[in-house]
């Protein structure tokens, strides 16, 4: 009983489709400052820290790809001169060793060389010497001996062809007794 | 207006709080009357009630709430940053880009969002203790701002097709038809222009009134039935209202996702060209 008599002293308008204007200015009103506020100021501050936010996380990413993409750069580089410096030290090595084994050779051909140069000098020095001491030698000692012979025998020997034989025996004389000399001291 | 205690008492508590079971008083059902509230005070002749309170307290909490989340925004947020911005990304992505496309969508983001916490928050003034009432169960609330929802896509709608165009997106004019084409073109024109914007607003304002309605009345019956056995009955009652108010919680956001949705498929249809 007591809702009945409510209603009736409240004078309620019973249909509540029937909008009462009051509310429907005020909610009008409300809801335009919401909407201003927002529009105007509140969602155009957030969506620039939003943009940043953005920029800073995308930034962030093409900086952090840039700098894997200078170190794989970086390391290849570093990886082709290292490939290329094993690749010089090789080629310099074979080079070397090509180049010593040839000098090698060449000096031990030079060395022969010079070697045998040296001796077929040496043997031509001594055969000319030789040579030589035997004809000064011939000279002298066919002087000394003619000399020698001609006091002895108190005569000249004009005969020249006696002369000759006599000194060339002389000589054979002395070539022997010279040669048995030379193996006594060689032994 | 003659005025008793009762109804005074209604204004606070929407019963009366001596009435209980067995004290031989008849129960006091929440109804129409539950919705209708007496000015509380008037300023210049204008009068504010309860409804009319709420309605500009919830805009100066929302206002208040985007000002301190969004006016020195950081680039690494805050707490209260970050839920504004999961709320403002839910409806952008969700709502507005998912219906109009990011191109189309962009200019009316800043509509949408202010639409969706403007309704939820009105409607969630039906579970604010002390306040307990949902503003959009004034019928005035949902109709002013599906108006404004109909002036902006009907509007969108002669701007970006031309008068004969904007009737062809109207009433779905099709030649292929055939001789179905005249009923077509008038239930269209029908649904479109004049059934549209009330449906609009019905769905919410119908929602939250009932669901206002329900929650009160296991209220008040939860206190009616608080004597002697009547309280077995009025713990079950107890339950039921708390049952309702997580109900309500979800039904607030729902409804006020469906009808920024709803203002999304609308411009979306505004914008769309004719086949």
């Known amino acids: ?187 | 207006m003659q005025k008793e205690p009762a109804v005074s008492a209604d204004q606070m508590l929407a019963f009366e709080t001596d009435c209980h079971l067995f004290s031989g008083c008849g129960f006091e059902a929440p109804g129409l009357h539950s919705f209708v509230f007496e000015p509380m005070f008037s300023i210049g002749g204008f009068d504010f009630n309860k409804p009319i309170l709420l309605a500009l307290v919830g805009t100066l909490a929302i206002v208040w709430f985007f000002w301190a989340a969004f006016a020195k925004p950081k680039v690494v947020p805050g707490k209260l940053q970050m839920i504004g911005e999961a709320g403002y990304d839910f409806i952008r992505r969700g709502v507005v880009y998912e219906t109009m496309g990011k191109k189309e969508g962009e200019k009316y983001v800043p509509f949408v969002v202010a639409l969706f916490f403007f309704v939820w928050v009105m409607n969630l003034w039906a579970v604010i203790p002390l306040a307990q009432f949902p503003v959009t169960s004034i019928f005035s609330i949902p109709l002013g701002l599906a108006l404004v929802v109909y002036i902006t896509w009907v509007g969108l709608t002669f701007k970006r097709h031309g008068f004969v165009g904007a009737f062809k997106n109207f009433t779905g004019y099709d030649k292929s038809l055939g001789a179905v084409l005249p009923m077509v073109v008038v239930i269209e024109f029908f649904s479109t222009l004049i059934v549209r914007p009330f449906t609009h607003s019905v769905r919410l304002f119908a929602n939250m009134f009932a669901g206002h309605m329900l929650v009160a009345l296991f209220t008040i019956a939860t206190w009616y039935m608080l004597n002697g056995i009547g309280i077995a009955y009025s713990a079950v009652s107890f339950i039921m209202t708390i049952v309702m108010i997580a109900f309500e919680l979800f039904i607030q956001v729902i409804q006020a996702y469906v009808f920024v949705l709803l203002t999304c498929s609308y411009l979306q249809g505004a914008l769309a060209e004719e086949h």
């Open chain 1, 1 to 187: 009983m007591n809702a009945l008599v409510n209603m009736a002293e409240t004078e309620v308008p019973q249909n509540p489709l029937i909008p009462p204007i009051p509310e429907f200015v005020i909610g009008l009103i409300a809801f335009a400052i919401v909407f201003f506020f927002l529009w105007k100021k509140l969602l155009p501050s957030i969506n620039k820290v939003l943009e940043e936010r953005r920029e800073a996380i995308e930034g962030g990413i093409e900086k952090a790809e840039a700098a894997q993409q200078e170190a794989a750069d970086v390391l290849q580089q570093y990886k082709d001169q290292l490939a290329e410096a094993r690749h010089e030290a090789a080629r310099l090595r074979a080079e070397a060793q090509e180049q010593g084994a040839a000098l090698i050779a060449e000096m031990r051909a030079e060395g022969q060389r010079q070697r045998e140069e040296i001796i077929a000098a040496g043997h031509a020095q001594v055969e000319a010497d030789r040579k030589q001491a035997a004809a000064t030698l011939r000279q002298d000692v066919g002087k000394l001996a003619t000399d020698l012979a001609g006091k002895l025998v108190g005569e000249s020997l004009e005969d020249h062809a006696r002369q000759s034989r006599v000194i060339d025996r002389f000589l054979d004389g002395l070539e022997e007794a010279a040669e048995a000399d030379a193996s006594g001291a060689a032994r």
